[in-house]
């Protein structure tokens, strides 16, 4: 048989062949080969022709490319037999992965026939005005290293010393402190991240927040001003998306509530006992058999700690070391289990997944979940990288490793045009480009150094409301604007433009990306040679059936 290099990428420029008509044989559906048993017909090549992107249907065509595409079906099949020769079908990795897979269709299935959401004129700019989300509001930091340092800054504001007196002394943030802790800046709550969002848009002009700790440090807020932010089509959008994401979210709890009282779905309080016993003692696991320890149980069936521990391995971190009590085992599962099994149950008593269209995507996802298990095994046992391999392989491609394209300039940032104009008035006689930016701009000097240098990339153009697309248009060396930017008005400078490289640091991610990808590539290529050597006689291809069936237009 003959060499074939396996990489469906490689297929962007082969041919969309069409049916001639006819020259069809006989027998509607001839048979084109056979794998091990299991018979590729002109029908699935049809079909394998009908799924492939308009990428892959190039302009050039003829009997080669047909051939590669066969070729590509019966690699798949040979993956498939080796995947079941060795039990991957029944191994527990591959039955949770596709339980996971069936779950999430049916459950999808349900949701899209029996919950229907709609928005009505209207009700978005209700949802913006009851949120407040067209609240802007600027922000005072007091950024302190420890909790007890934070309570004596909220100590002091209560006593009465002013909240930028205490962010001068002990905010740890120096920029801000020296403006009294003033950001400079105003938010809207989408801008914000949401737990410190919710603690913050309640609070009125003049409030102070109480200690919140980010990261490494605490910090204590007040609200310094506010404004009514015009919200950008883009902001509108992510905010109406997420306003029908949550009448999804009530529809499918009232959806839930009824499905439970339909199956009579009850907590079995001996099996959450029994699970909190374990995780209680720092257990991973809550016995040989989760299966066999019921949490809940309703007509038909029981949700259990397997259920449980499957919710929470598909979560960030360790979720089992947080449950430590019944009260918050019941609450993981309410939100994490309870309502798809409750969905899928109905589907499954309604007969979703007996239906051909559902049946057979599911089939074909098992497929394509062996497929890749197969080759994940493979690889992890055939490929491996060193960090001398990163380092070597960084030097040999250097051209793959630049930075964006950076524009670099020199800015003031003012409110008004006619103070724009003015200050571009005195350069342009002679006063000194930095002296002006220290006095005058209102860009923030998190972004900009005191003479109002930074620089930009076309990629950060909504962070900087117009002035991008400005700056990276505009000629080196010459003076341009007023510009009308989201926060006034902008004159300014291109000192430069340049690519710099990346250091090993910065690359490294990328580094380690390409040379795997490269390195997979090459090791399942060699993989697939050895299948179809090993396969060879259970492969048999009938070249006539194939030429008869299809032709060139």
């Not at 082969?14 to 559906?29: S, W």
């Not at 290293?145 to 905010?171: M, N, W």
């Not at 800046?185 to 109480?210: N, Q, W």
Request: glycine content about 6%; proline content about 3%; charged content about 30%.
């Amino acid at each position: 048989m003959r060499a074939f290099c396996f990489s469906y990428g490689a297929l962007g420029s082969l041919a969309l062949l069409l049916i001639c008509t006819g020259c069809e044989p006989q027998d509607e559906n001839p048979t084109v080969a056979e794998v091990g048993g299991r018979t590729i017909t002109v029908q699935d090549v049809r079909d394998f022709l009908a799924r492939l992107p308009e990428h892959a249907k190039g302009e050039e065509a003829g009997k080669e490319p047909l051939r590669i595409h066969l070729q590509a079906m019966i690699d798949t099949e040979l993956l498939l037999l080796e995947a079941r020769s060795q039990g991957i079908e029944q191994s527990s990795s591959y039955l949770t992965r596709m339980n996971r897979i069936r779950k999430a269709k049916l459950v999808g299935e349900y949701e899209r026939r029996k919950i229907e959401v709609t928005v009505a004129d209207g009700e978005v700019e209700e949802y913006i005005d009851r949120e407040r989300l067209a609240r802007a509001v600027r922000l005072g930091e007091i950024v302190v290293a420890d909790l007890e340092t934070a309570k004596k800054a909220a100590r002091q504001i209560e006593a009465g010393v002013s909240f930028a007196a205490v962010a001068s002394k002990l905010s740890m943030n120096e920029e801000t402190a020296a403006r009294g802790g003033d950001t400079g800046r105003f938010a809207t709550k989408d801008a914000i991240i949401p737990v410190i969002a919710e603690k913050l848009f309640g609070l009125a002009v003049g409030s102070v927040s109480d200690p919140i700790r980010i990261g490494d440090r605490y910090v204590v807020f007040k609200i310094l001003d506010e404004m009514t932010a015009q919200l950008n089509p883009r902001q509108r959008m992510k905010i109406a998306e997420e306003f029908k994401r949550k009448k999804h979210g009530i529809a499918k709890a009232k959806l839930v509530a009824e499905l439970r009282d339909k199956y009579r779905l009850e907590p079995v309080r001996d099996g959450i006992a029994a699970v909190v016993e374990a995780l209680r003692t720092g257990a991973v696991d809550v016995g040989p058999d989760p299966s066999a320890i019921a949490l809940y149980q309703y007509d038909g069936g029981q949700i259990t700690a397997a259920d449980l521990i499957g919710a929470a391995k598909g979560r960030k971190g360790n979720v089992l070391e947080t449950l430590r009590d019944a009260e918050q085992v019941v609450s993981f599962a309410e939100q994490y289990i309870v309502p798809d099994v409750m969905i899928q149950e109905a589907a499954v008593r309604q007969g979703i997944d007996r239906e051909e269209e559902v049946a057979r995507w599911l089939e074909e996802q098992g497929k394509q979940l062996l497929v890749r298990v197969l080759r994940s095994k493979v690889l992890k046992e055939k490929v491996t990288i060193t960090d001398d391999d990163l380092r070597q392989y960084y030097e040999a491609n250097a051209e793959r490793f630049l930075h964006p394209e950076q524009t670099e300039v020199q800015e003031i940032l003012v409110r008004t045009e006619i103070e724009a104009l003015r200050l571009k008035g005195m350069i342009e006689d002679g006063a000194a480009f930095g002296d002006l930016a220290k006095r005058y701009s209102v860009r923030s000097l998190e972004v900009r150094d005191d003479e109002g240098r930074f620089h930009v990339h076309r990629y950060e153009s909504p962070q900087f409301g117009g002035f991008v697309e400005a700056a990276v248009e505009a000629a080196i060396g010459e003076l341009t604007g007023p510009v009308k930017v989201q926060e006034g008005y902008s004159i300014f400078k291109v000192l430069s433009r340049e690519r710099k490289r990346e250091t090993f640091a910065e690359a490294e991610m990328r580094v380690r990306s390409q040379l795997r990808r490269q390195r997979h590539r090459n090791a399942f290529n060699e993989y697939m040679e050895q299948l179809r050597s090993r396969y060879e006689s259970a492969v048999s291809i009938h070249e006539d059936r194939l030429a008869a069936a299809f032709t060139v237009q």
